[in-house]
């Protein structure tokens, strides 16, 4: 702490902050319109001037550090006369129009606030109306250039340049001569950044500004950023970022910032409905419930609970996927449950249990800025998780050392220093290689080793058949490069890795996770903060529907069953199976058996997104009922379903996520479901009582629900409503004084002292090129689309990327004659689809990419049945293709 005196009066402030940051801390208002608290300081409007004792000349607050004893005066009248002159030169860009209409921007309230008048003569200038979210209007911009730096040091994209000097100086973005031909990613940072009319959304000025805000957690990914969403008569009208987030620190992507219209959709499903003569039918709630209800008791009358299958959602709140496994298991009697984390990142939960004893992510995003070393394995984050990949880049420009494993030259593999592209599905070899490198080099953290590791004996003798030589022939990379990455990861530490679903939807999906949790244990890369092995979860919530117990084998708090029933049973007043619940894609191997009769799906489309389509009807097609719960007519109901209830989105209603750090965060309900929709919960516990089941589903709100999953799992119980009002809290978190954790085995593994290393033999897919499938294709996600694209597609998002594309190498489509845009029949040992071709450097010859955002395309009728050993997760990522022109497509 440092003494200083502020207008006369003594103040202790913390170190290392400049003066402005100080005063704001104090709650000392001075007008600054170019400060952002996301980027470096400006000084370019020079309203945060103060005047220093002993200096001759006033200073700019936002870049003169504070040091003890420090005597400042804030306004004196001369200061206060200054800045009334200084706005009046700024508001000569300000038109009265805009002035009037957005109040909010700073440079508009400091104006009213010294009482300065908009004072604009200049006619309009050519706007940019290009982008569909915002818009540039050059004459209202005063050339703060906060946009530029917000662009730079938030986002790392450096879309906005200043071009010209002096006072000609302006904007102008990076590529072309408009928005939308630039490399901006609308992440819409430049328009909260902006203090004047330049840069506004087009909601706010289309619908007007809202009337009340909402802190709520976004549903998309599992990064969990925070959301302010502004809401005016009803209606979303804004969102922007919550700067107070410890996740995402006033910072969205276009997903969060922008795709928000979907419940509004003209589309959306807004009354139950239940099929009759393969139509629907608009149905009232008690018809609906009573038909599900019948079903229900149909089949399990005739073949038995086990015959009937439960989803949770991912999408969902924990409150909601604990009372759906809950349903499955009390009110129909079955451990059938289970949710798309089966499909992703099961591999990397059943790894790191197996290796570490707790299934889940062993670091925290706050490490991001405490790593010197990152391991990119299988990810795409300046896509798929973007708050978290503008961190890493971030980090990446401030030093640290960036290793990406990704067949495709993703954004983050241009800053790396080694960038390993081994062929799909030979994960194995590199990471066993990279090991090898690790003891041979004598690079092992021995202190760590000896202390928490087994295993190394026997290890050392198992990589010791995994030279770099071999693994560059088998995966494609050279030898040199893993050397390199081998050395890097072990030396400067501490070093953190970030995996994605190029690791896990594999044949060898968990032991590829296995094989990272091994260079972590063998560079003591575990237990301290900047390191671990983190998987970047899917879905907003997909590791809060797992954990919450939507997994045949394990109840809340990823409890195995056989240890946790008589706790359960003892809550549940009610006695659980004792029979062995399918897996999902067990589930769907029975319904094509004929030994599962119904389904219970809520907000998952497996038809569009489980591998290998086809199979996947003819197992749909054999059940007697299916079940859909969701807001829009999703492929699976549109062709299976029996019954359509109408569920209300995550604007509509209370409860908590978990984010991929293992942070429970706050939903709020900022609007009311529209016609008959209604929130998952409030669906599932109307089943539950007409199944005789009302006591236990009786819940007065969202954290009732929560309070029964604190009684049932212990490491959540000092996770309170009340304490995560403003950040979330981390498990385990055991008690009410527990702060939470941050990073998890400090010292030791969750059940033991230490941890084994595991060798992991290479076992290849037979999903092989061949001459008849020469290419090998691997899918994925772009930034604008979310998975099943039932909400990004209902947005103006669907305007960037409108398409599933065959992304193909420039050598390629040069050999091949292919052009943009060319329709291309790409074809596997399963089926066909026809998709746009589009020519792109990531993709290397030989290897083809594409996304499964959309059902007009529907890309898994081409994808194999091939699925992880050890829990079935689809190898979404290996497909063999040929492709051909798409004449008559
Ligand atoms: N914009 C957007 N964001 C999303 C989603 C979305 O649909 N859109 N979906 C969310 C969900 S559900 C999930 S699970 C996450 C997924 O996020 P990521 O895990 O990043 O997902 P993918 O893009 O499917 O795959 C990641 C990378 O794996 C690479 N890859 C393919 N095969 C291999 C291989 O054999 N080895 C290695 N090392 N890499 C390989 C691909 O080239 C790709 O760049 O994203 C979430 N976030
Ligand atoms: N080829 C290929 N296929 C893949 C993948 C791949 O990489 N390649 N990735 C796989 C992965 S990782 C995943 S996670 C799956 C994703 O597949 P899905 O889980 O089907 O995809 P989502 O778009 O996340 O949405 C699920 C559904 O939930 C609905 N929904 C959203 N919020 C709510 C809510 O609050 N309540 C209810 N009831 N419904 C809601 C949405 O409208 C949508 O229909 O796809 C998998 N399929
Ligand atoms: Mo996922």
């Excluded at 009937?308 to 924990?318: D, E, F, K, P």
């Excluded at 290897?847 to 979404?876: G, K, W």
């Amino acid at each position: 702490m440092l003494e200083v005196v502020i207008n006369g009066t003594h103040h202790r402030v913390a170190e290392g902050l400049t003066i402005l940051e100080a005063l704001l801390q104090l709650g000392i208002d001075v007008p600054s319109v170019c400060y952002d608290p996301r980027a470096r300081p400006g000084a370019d409007c020079r309203l945060c001037l103060v005047k220093i004792a002993g200096e001759v000349h006033y200073s700019t607050s936002c870049t003169r550090p504070l040091l003890p004893r420090m005597c400042i005066e804030t306004h004196t009248p001369e200061l206060e006369s200054f800045r009334r002159s200084m706005l009046g030169l700024l508001s000569t860009h300000c038109a009265p129009g805009a002035f009037a209409a957005l109040p909010e921007k700073s440079l508009h309230r400091w104006m009213a606030h010294y009482r300065v008048d908009p004072a604009r003569t200049a006619a309009a200038d050519a706007m940019d109306n290009s982008h569909p979210h915002f818009r540039f209007d050059p004459a209202e911009c005063i050339a703060c250039y906060r946009c530029v730096r917000v662009c730079e040091d938030l986002q790392g994209q450096f879309v906005w340049h200043v071009v010209g000097r002096g006072g000609s100086d302006h904007l102008s973005v990076d590529r072309g001569d408009r928005l939308a031909d630039s490399s901006c990613v609308g992440c819409g940072a430049c328009v909260d950044a902006c203090p004047t009319a330049a840069l506004v959304d087009k909601s706010r000025l289309h619908s007007g500004a809202a009337t009340s805000w909402t802190r709520t957690t976004c549903s998309y990914c599992g990064v969990g950023c925070e959301l302010r969403v502004g809401v005016r008569e009803g209606r979303i009208v804004q969102v922007l970022p919550e700067p107070k987030s410890p996740v995402s620190k006033g910072h969205l992507c276009s997903k969060g910032r922008y795709a928000w219209s979907f419940g509004e959709a003209p589309d959306r499903i807004v009354h139950p409905l239940v099929s009759s003569n393969g139509r629907w039918q608009r149905v009232a709630w008690e018809e609906a419930l009573g038909r599900v209800v019948t079903q229900i008791q149909a089949v399990r009358a005739a073949s038995g609970p086990d015959s009937i299958g439960v989803l949770g959602s991912a999408r969902a709140t924990n409150e909601e996927n604990y009372l759906i496994q809950k349903l499955a298991r009390v009110a129909i009697g079955t451990n059938n449950v289970d949710c798309c984390a089966r499909v992703c990142h099961t591999p990397s939960a059943a790894a790191l249990k197996q290796m570490l004893g707790t299934g889940a992510a062993t670091n925290s995003f706050d490490d991001i800025e405490r790593a010197q070393t990152f391991l990119i394995a299988g990810a795409n984050p300046t896509e798929n998780h973007p708050i978290v990949g503008a961190r890493i880049k971030q980090q990446v420009r401030r030093g640290a050392r960036l290793i990406v494993i990704d067949p495709r030259r993703v954004e983050l593999a241009h800053y790396a220093d080694v960038h390993l592209a081994p062929r799909p599905g030979t994960n194995i070899p590199l990471l066993n290689a990279i090991a090898h490198v690790i003891i041979h080099d004598g690079l092992r953290d021995r202190e760590f080793v000896g202390a928490r590791v087994d295993g190394l004996d026997m290890f050392t003798k198992f990589v010791r058949e995994y030279p770099p030589q071999l693994a560059a022939q088998i995966c494609g990379v050279s030898a040199r490069d893993i050397v390199k990455a081998a050395r890097l990861y072990a030396t400067q530490k501490p070093a953190m890795c970030f995996h994605g679903l190029g690791m896990t939807e594999h044949l060898q999906g968990t032991a590829g996770v296995m094989a990272l949790v091994n260079l972590a244990l063998l560079t003591g890369n575990l237990g301290r903060t900047g390191a671990g092995i983190n998987p970047l979860r899917g879905q907003n919530n997909v590791q809060g529907a797992a954990v919450m117990g939507c997994e045949p084998d394990s109840l809340t708090g990823s409890i195995p069953l056989k240890e946790g029933r008589g706790r359960f049973e003892s809550v549940w007043g009610a006695k659980l199976p004792t029979a062995r619940g399918l897996n999902l894609l067990q589930m769907i191997d029975a319904a094509e058996a004929g030994r599962l009769k119904m389904l219970y799906v809520v907000g998952y489309d497996i038809l569009l997104t489980l591998a290998n389509v086809e199979r996947i009807r003819r197992a749909l097609r054999r059940l007697d009922a299916l079940v859909v719960q969701d807001f829009v007519m999703n492929e699976t109901a549109r062709e299976f379903g029996t019954v359509f209830l109408p569920a209300a989105t995550a604007f509509e209603k209370d409860g908590t996520f978990m984010n991929a750090e293992r942070r429970i965060q706050r939903v709020r309900k900022a609007l009311e479901p529209p016609g008959l929709a209604r929130t998952d919960a409030w669906i599932v516990a109307e089943l539950a009582s007409r199944l005789g089941h009302e006591q236990a589903f009786r819940f007065k709100d969202a954290q009732q629900i929560w309070n029964e999953v604190r009684t049932v799992w212990p490491a959540a119980a000092g996770i309170e409503y009340p304490r995560i009002e403003s950040a979330g809290l981390q498990w385990p978190c055991p008690s009410q004084q527990h702060p939470g954790t941050a990073v998890l085995h400090a010292d030791s593994f969750a059940r033991r002292r230490s941890a084994k290393l595991e060798c992991v033999a290479y076992a290849p897919t037979e999903e092989q090129t061949d001459a008849q499938y020469p290419f090998m294709l691997t899918t994925g996600r772009n930034l604008y689309q979310f998975n099943a694209g039932t909400m990004t597609g209902r947005t103006h998002n669907r305007k960037f990327r409108p398409h599933d594309t065959i992304d193909i190498s420039p050598a390629d489509a040069a050999r091949l004659h292919v052009i943009p845009g060319l329709l291309l029949r790409v074809v596997s040992r399963r089926g066909s689809v026809v998709l746009p071709a589009r020519i792109d450097i990531r993709v290397k010859a030989g290897e083809l990419f594409t996304t499964f955002h959309e059902p007009m395309h529907f890309v898994n009728r081409i994808t194999s049945s091939v699925r992880d050993q050890q829990v079935a997760t689809p190898e979404y990522k290996v497909t063999a293709v040929r492709i051909e022109p798409a004449d008559g497509a």
